[in-house]
């Protein structure tokens, strides 16, 4: 790629050394924490699954007695306690399961032989490792069998209905239609939750819950199409939030493709709190990076929160924060979506330009990265024509800077959940452009110092200044005086900081320790 | 009395554009159907000018109707908070200062499992939308967003905790009715802890009007392309009604 905007590469070099300073503290504190949601995604992985007659699930269950039993016991990780329940019971999972769900608490076994618990475990462990990489070579071997014929960007639409089965023929439409992408939006407020529902569900808000049978339903149906399409469809689902790590553990298992999964966005626009985030966040993308799984970064939140055009250098900021964090958790730039958004004000003169400098540039700097361009959503009005036309540069932008993962604009955006009919003139309007402006780019250059070229430069040196301004103040601090997003979040306020956990001297997390090891994770 | 119908390019044409969507395959047969649909809404002529096929057994239509339906313009009442124009942010200061004398509180909230901060973010944040500034930048203002999911529980000990003037309450998501729903729960709560003449209380939302609002037991609701300014003005001249 031949850069069209001469950023200097030094410079682009400091931001990322300062992205490296700014979350190297944070990263000590994540190695020596654990969190409710942690310990509930490795039993998860270890087969604790189904749910209590009244709802609550077997992870959440066998969490809470540990911790009921004795506050501190968590500390030495809650695995110990399912796999040593394991062997005593003589049992398989799902008995073990059944029995916890009507009652049976794990603490009430002593502690038997540690290496036997650490032999059962490992077992089971390279049992469900095993599972996702099998997963990962389907998909991979899909993505090489139907190769060329997704679109680029991939086109990304989402489903919101509530009902999963509902949801199902909305998503298959999608894709017949030509998406590439199938997102399912999750109910209002499940973020919230500090536990994953569990079943097929046919109530939700504005969206369905993620639930592992419900990826699984949805899964199923999405391959259906693929094979008569000849044309695989990636599922996305949102791992941010609570329970990042059991709703990343679920989506290793039944093969999603894409996960939202940003390592601040919990803190800044859902009042959780910042230590559990970032505990979090890692286990997450640790298994997100083990399955493949792109994950989507949430950066357009900055925009639609704030204005788009002052407020641009927080979304590079961001960028260079969640890659920095990604790596730490073993990701390649292949898996890490940088999110952006074409956010700013149709009235502003020159704002398309101002648009793609900001995109180009994200391109330059995140060459590898398959990054995701929301469209226009803050300034979409019931003027359903306007909303038509802001797409229509949304999409001329997103195909001439090469973006990865493209979030189609909807011309009802801001008035109901997509229509059938809604997402076909999206696709259609993506499609008209994307191919009648497919070689365009490559034609151009822009001039040295003219208005797109100077926005990189100046949107970059602001961005600088405030990766500055975090690193002198430190993230935690930072986060608290509200830098980012102009929130302010007490360290220990927000939602979920009872579930932290202080790691033990003998914390035990044998997929953590495998998951380490298999992503060469040396710290 | 005065006779309207919609224009298309002469006086009483009464052109109509539609466009939607048919559970059948597109084809000849899915165009016929479209277009006797249309008539059967009473048009008195209908042209499908366009379809496709969106999936195996969806379609969808553009058509053009014509209608003879008229309504008199003289007789209709507009569902707005108040006929007047709005104060702008420099004269709804002036206007606390001269009639007030003190600061006017004000806390908002997006309430119950809404995640949708657009609205109240529109409204209260210091930058506004569209060029117009939120309250947060109103000097003789004192505005608390609390952002999005909030209980109406919370919504309220706050603004007893700031001793506010009025409270906003604001709702995105409409899907099953959860907006009637959340709305119905915070006057309900106001009126089981008597507290309900305490606040002015304003509703807001895409999908709110004012006479929802005011059936809901609100004093005021405002929907889509209300501003601060809107917001502001009523509250203030509410307060110096109520002194």
Known sequence: MKSKLNLPADRVAYARQLAERITAPVQDFIDGHSSVTVERATLRLAGADGASPDGVPVANLVVDRIRAADPAALEDGATLRYVNALLKTGGNERALNDRIAAGFDVTSLPLGDRAAIEAKADEIVAGTLARIKRNREFREGKLEQWKGRNNSPLLYLIVATGNIYEDVKQAAAAAEQGADVIAVIRTTAQSLLDYVPYGATTEGFGGTYATQENFRIMRAALDEVAEKQQRYIRLTNYASGLCMPEIAAMGAVERLDMMLNDSMYGILFRD??????????????????????????GEDNYLTTSDAFEKAYTVLASQLLNERFGFRAGMPSELLGLGHAFEMDPS???????????????????????????????????????????????????KATNQGIHLLGMLTEAIHTPFMMDRYLAVDNARYVMNYIDGFYDDVEFKKDGIVVSRAHQVLGETIEFLELVERTGMFDAIEQGLFAEMKRPKDGGKGFEGLVKKGPAYYNPFEKALKRELGIVR | ??????????????????????????????????????????????????????????????????????????????????????????????????????????????????????????????????????????????????????????????????NADAILVSQVVTQKDTHIHNMTEFIELLEAKGLRDRFICVAGGPRIGNKLAVELGFDVGFGRGAYADDVATFIVKKLAEKN
């Open chain 1, 272 to 297: 959780i709190n910042m230590y559990r985030t970032f505990v979090d966040q890692m286990f997450s993308r640790m298994l997100n990076s083990y399955a493949g799984v792109i994950i989507n970064t």
């Open chain 1, 348 to 398: 502003r003169k020159n704002g398309f330009m101002y648009e793609l400098a900001e995109a180009q540039m994200a391109r330059e700097i995140f060459p590898d990265c398959p990054l995701k361009y929301m469209p226009p959503t803050k300034h979409m009005s019931g003027d359903i024509f306007k909303g038509t036309e802001m797409n229509t540069l949304f999409n001329f932008v997103s």
């Open chain 2, 1 to 162: 009395m005065k006779v309207v119908r919609p224009y298309g390019d002469t006086m009483d044409d009464g052109k109509v554009q539609l466009s939607f969507t048919l559970p059948v395959p597109d084809g000849a047969k899915g165009r016929e159907a479209a277009r006797k649909l249309v008539l059967s809404w009473g048009f008195k002529d209908c042209e499908v000018v366009h379809s496709a096929p969106l999936a195996a057994e969806f379609s969808f239509y553009v058509a053009y109707g014509k209608t003879e339906s008229s309504i008199d313009y003289d007789s209709v009442v507009a569902d707005e908070a108040s006929a007047d124009a709005s104060m702008n942010m420099d004269e709804v200061n002036e206007y606390i200062r001269r009639n007030l004398g003190r600061k006017v509180v004000v806390v908002g909230a997006c309430t119950g499992f809404d995640a949708h901060t657009v609205g109240i973010d529109a409204i209260m944040n210091m930058k506004g939308y569209n060029h117009h500034f939120g309250l947060e930048r109103y000097p003789e203002m004192e505005a608390y967003n609390l952002g999005a999911q909030v209980p109406n529980e919370k919504l309220i000990d706050y603004a007893l905790k700031v």
